[in-house]
């Protein structure tokens, strides 16, 4: 009888590890959605606060004579202009968001991904 009881108390141990770990599981993603939500209205919030300051304070601006374009120089010594996207997914990139197509969007919590930074210098 005590065999059984043991083991029986094994079994019962061994379920409850495995709830645990399920748990945790759950944890883990809601803790990664948290971090993501997070980081996205910390971005926005920066993005509003800068938009306030631009409002602020009267006077003629650089990007209102050409807005959402940089030049960027090419091989031929000429300046070329790049769009607001290019822009946009470059300063994702630099603020730890993927951007290349394998995991648009997600966390960068490896450091550089080498798809994005292709990506970046075509």
Same mark, same amino acid.
């Given at each position: 009888?005590?065999? #059984? ?10 379920? $409850? ?10 944890? #883990? $993603? ?8 997070? $980081? ?6 920066? $993005? /509003?606060? #800068? ?6 304070p009267p006077g003629p601006s650089s990007e209102k004579q ?9 091989e031929g010594g000429q300046d070329e202009v790049v769009g607001e996207g290019y822009? +946009? /997914? ?12 394998? +995991?648009?969007?997600? /966390? ?5 991904? /080498? ?8």
């Amino acid at each position: 009888m005590e065999k #059984k009881n043991i083991f029986a108390h094994i079994q019962e141990i061994e379920a $409850q590890m495995e709830t645990m770990r399920l748990n945790l599981g759950d944890w #883990k $993603q809601t803790v990664k959605e948290l971090m993501e939500a997070n $980081q996205r209205l910390t971005l926005e919030n920066e $993005q /509003l606060r #800068k938009i306030l300051k631009r409002k602020a304070p009267p006077g003629p601006s650089s990007e209102k004579q050409n807005p959402g374009k940089l030049p960027v120089p090419n091989e031929g010594g000429q300046d070329e202009v790049v769009g607001e996207g290019y822009d +946009n /997914l470059a300063r994702l990139y630099h603020e730890g968001f993927h951007i290349c197509n394998v +995991n648009f969007g997600h /966390l960068r919590t490896e450091g550089d991904c /080498l798809f994005c930074l292709s990506f970046l210098n075509k």
